[in-house]
């Protein structure tokens, strides 16, 4: 494998920000300076003058391939890593989603094969849908065995793989005692099933349905048992997709009294608001997910959350459906279309744009929200995150005078619209390393065969 040297770029991490050059050699960070000399080797060079050169981004929170009744989100392990790595993110966390009473292991292998197409490295959180006898055991495998150090539970999808607060809390117990990550999908699910009959025996059943049966404080009355329950059992906790200003709230006042708590947030809840609903059928299908777009306020607090260091991650939750034979199994109610978007390729560019170009955050933090904070949770620090001697040479040469905005045409994901169509996005991904390969080059993916491997995390 060549060398690559990388010069004269600005190297960012998120306590850091220097001029200088990044040497990869055989996969790995080399060397990381200023003014060094060209490697000995043959290499590749790569002018950054006036680039940042980021660690590549971790997206810890994808479904790639998940099965529903619609059929499977429209991103395999291919189509959504090579969107992955047009849009700059180069390792990813998936799931895997046991059924109930499927063994952990089983459904770990089966998934590990539909990931072989990955581009990128990989791991996934272990979903846990039923609580057994064998439940604690398997999990220790998974942990001491497998590298799989988080879980996942639902508080909502009762009916199929959703878990009440009686198991989460023994769920709780058990990633206190492994020392795992429980991940928690916090909303009311049965306050949820009660609104969407309420409004469909009515024939209240489009879009804006979707968002009335599951209201602000289905997420925030979730997030506050979930954090008692993190206080009482004192396990890492991370939270998923939040949405709403009283869980940030609920979240500071937990960690204040020590919760080992952890929360992200997504691009939708940063920068689509509950007006998207309105718009004509079948487009306002796009935006049915969980938990829903919110009212500006909560928006606005979003961004708090994120300037305030209440909320640690911005993933994208990226799940994407087509519209034309997937979402519109719903159109005559809301609750049959498949819930999710697509984010993964455009969530630097729309991030960059709002929250690095407007000031509200420096592009040190940028580089914590999207990298650095996801390694350091997940287990895969210094490893991964950071642009730094020993590391994987995971880089991205990021060209911040780029300005566009989002077209479903010109996207590698495979989906037949964009969720966040017409947004502006500003910064590229001109170059994209994994372990050393050059996957992207002035912006063009070059086609390689597959790189990405099972991570197993500590
Ligand atoms: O609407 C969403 N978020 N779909 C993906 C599955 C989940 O709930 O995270
Ligand atoms: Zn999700």
Not at 182 to 200: F, M, R, S
Request: hydrophobic share 40%.
């Amino acid at each position: 494998m060549e060398s690559v040297w990388i010069r004269n770029g600005i190297i960012v991490s998120a306590s850091r920000t220097f001029i200088g050059d990044v040497i990869v050699a055989e996969g790995k960070i080399d060397q990381v300076g200023q003014a060094l000399q060209p490697p000995t080797t043959q290499y590749i060079e790569i002018d950054a003058k006036g680039k940042y050169i980021l660690p590549g981004a971790i997206d810890p929170h994808v479904h790639l391939q998940l099965p529903t009744p619609a059929g499977p989100s429209s991103d395999d392990f291919y189509t959504g890593t090579k969107a992955a790595l047009i849009g700059g993110t180069t390792t990813i966390i998936d799931f895997v989603t046991p059924h109930r009473g499927q063994s952990l292991i089983e459904a770990l292998s089966l998934r590990k094969k539909e990931a072989e197409k990955s581009l990128i490295d990989y791991s996934f959180h272990m979903g846990i849908s039923s609580l057994s006898d064998t439940t604690f055991d398997e999990m220790k495998q998974c942990v001491e065995q497998e590298g799989l150090n988080s879980f996942k539970a639902y508080l909502a999808y009762r009916e199929t793989i959703g878990v009440d607060y009686l198991d989460l809390e023994r769920l709780m117990q058990f990633g206190h005692v492994l020392n795992a990550m429980i991940c928690v999908h916090c909303e009311d699910g049965p306050a949820i099933t009660a609104l969407q009959k309420h409004y469909l025996s009515q024939g209240l059943n489009t879009p804006p349905y979707h968002a009335l049966s599951r209201p602000p404080d289905t997420e925030s009355s979730a997030v506050a048992e979930v954090l008692r329950l993190a206080t009482v059992t004192a396990c890492a906790t991370y939270l998923v997709h939040i949405s709403t200003a009283a869980s940030i709230d609920a979240i500071e006042k937990a960690r204040d009294i020590g919760a080992k708590v952890y929360a992200e947030t997504c691009p939708q809840y940063l920068l689509l608001d509950e007006q998207r609903y309105q718009e004509p059928l079948p487009a306002s299908l796009a935006y049915i997910m969980s938990p829903p777009l919110r009212s500006k306020e909560h928006l606005d607090a979003c961004i708090r959350g994120l300037t305030s260091r209440n909320l640690d991650v911005v993933s994208t939750d990226h799940c994407p459906f087509n519209i034309k034979g997937q979402k519109d199994v719903g159109l005559h109610d809301f609750s049959k279309v498949p819930n999710g978007g697509a984010g993964i390729e455009s969530r630097l560019g729309l991030l960059y744009a709002r929250l690095v170009t407007t000031g509200l955050i420096p592009i040190e933090r940028f580089v914590e929200v999207v990298s650095e904070a996801p390694a350091k949770i997940f287990g895969l620090w210094p490893r991964k995150g950071c642009v730094a001697p020993g590391a994987d040479a995971d880089l991205i040469v990021w060209d911040p005078e780029y300005h566009g905005v989002v077209k479903a045409v010109e996207l590698a994901q495979h989906c037949d619209h964009a969720t966040f169509e017409g947004l502006e996005v500003r910064g590229k991904a001109d170059y994209v390393l994994c372990k050393g390969n050059i996957m992207i080059a002035k912006g063009e993916f070059l086609d390689s065969v597959s790189q990405g491997k099972f991570l197993k995390r500590s």
